[in-house]
């Protein structure tokens, strides 16, 4: 049986943003731009009870919480603490797989007590950057991820063995990992809402209702999850796609629409670090008929800017002819390979 940890920082760039600024601190800050197109990348906990979250529109943040400060992100400071983490974490194992600059899985199975060891790594995080980080540890990937955020801020949950059936059965479904939102919805919609109401569910009753996620929410509803932790997993591409509730039939709600996934598109591209040259715009017209736009710049896109006039200049590329929009997406690619250099290097001198 593995021994896994999850653990994330807790509000991860607020958190960096009042430890290096104390007139920040117990204040209800939220970082992003505050502009018309901006959005929170994340909130500080005193900010989070006005229901100021990751996502959301800058302009709907201020309304919900008028004294909110707005702080720029300054993505060098988060970077550096990412580094440090990550340093702490491959202390204790050399399977450390980051999912993005806060968080990380940690397969520690030849530790005796991960536990401990999840401890110990909480403390050192503290001591070596002044910022709390919470803890999951399980048997797997799921309920790792599950339990760091299960006591959070500055949480350690552990759900030993013994506790699985249990604690899976009175889960609350969209608290399973990978759930969102509209898959949530959707499951309600079908009269469940935790693990035990979705454990009643055949594997095939659920992929005919799911597709091939049916297999995982399966497993989920047992709190199975065989993925192992595999470190420096490679992205090649990020993206970001909206499909609509009812059809779009005209090019000015299209650009709104597209600004909506470009943000999110951009804060994907930020939390994970990812650098790519082309911006790919997808279309799906209301008779399912797809085309996809590209663009690739003589850069990696490190500017909102840039990705800003790409994906508009796909757009204006298009033209409806009458023609309604189902979906709209936009992903990133193309990225420089760091590596190839140094490796061939190597090679050079034969090491
Ligand atoms: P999270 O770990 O999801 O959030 P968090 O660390 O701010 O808060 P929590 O205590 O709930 O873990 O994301 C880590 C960072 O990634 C977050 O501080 C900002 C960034 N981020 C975005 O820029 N956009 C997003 O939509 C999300 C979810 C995060
Ligand atoms: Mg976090």
Request: charged share 25%.
């Amino acid at each position: 049986m593995r021994k896994i940890i999850h653990i994330d920082m807790d509000a991860f760039f607020a958190a960096v943003e009042q430890r290096d600024n104390p007139a920040l601190r117990g204040r209800p800050i939220a970082v992003g731009h505050s502009g018309r197109r901006g959005v929170v990348s994340t909130a500080s906990y005193e900010a989070r009870p006005y229901g100021v979250r990751s996502a959301l529109p800058s302009a709907v943040a201020k309304r919900l919480c008028p004294e909110l400060i707005f702080v720029e992100p300054r993505f060098d400071a988060y970077k550096a603490v990412s580094e440090q983490i990550r340093a702490i974490f491959h202390q204790y194992t050399d399977l450390v797989e980051p999912l993005s600059l806060d968080e990380a899985f940690l397969d520690v199975s030849h530790h005796r007590s991960a536990t401990l060891v999840a401890q110990q790594i909480k403390e050192q995080i503290f001591n070596t950057t002044q910022l709390t980080a919470s803890a999951g540890v399980s048997v797997n990937k799921m309920l790792a991820k599950i339990a760091s955020d299960y006591r959070k801020p500055n949480g350690l949950f552990v759900i030993p063995p013994k506790d699985i059936d249990a604690f899976v059965a009175g889960l609350p479904i969209e608290k399973f990992f990978g759930i969102g939102e509209v898959t949530a919805a959707k499951i309600h919609r079908l009269g469940i809402t935790t693990g035990a109401d979705l454990r009643e569910w055949s594997e095939q009753a659920l992929v005919a209702q799911f597709g091939k996620v049916g297999h995982l929410y399966y497993g989920y509803a047992r709190g199975e999850d065989n993925r192992e932790v595999t470190p420096n997993r490679v992205r090649k591409s990020l993206g970001a796609e909206i499909t609509f509730t009812y059809d779009v039939t005209n090019m000015e709600d299209l650009e709104y629409e597209l600004s909506a996934v470009r943000n999110e598109l951009w804060s994907r591209i930020r939390r994970h670090e990812f650098y790519g040259k082309t911006v790919v715009l997808k279309v799906k017209f209301g008779d399912f008929h797809q085309i996809t736009r590209s663009k690739t710049l003589p850069h990696p896109v490190e500017e909102f800017s840039t990705l800003l006039s790409a994906s508009e200049e796909l757009l204006q590329s298009i033209s409806l002819h009458d023609r309604t929009v189902r979906l709209i997406g936009l992903t990133l690619g193309n990225t420089p390979e760091p590596c190839t250099e140094s490796i061939q290097l190597c090679f050079d001198f034969d090491c």
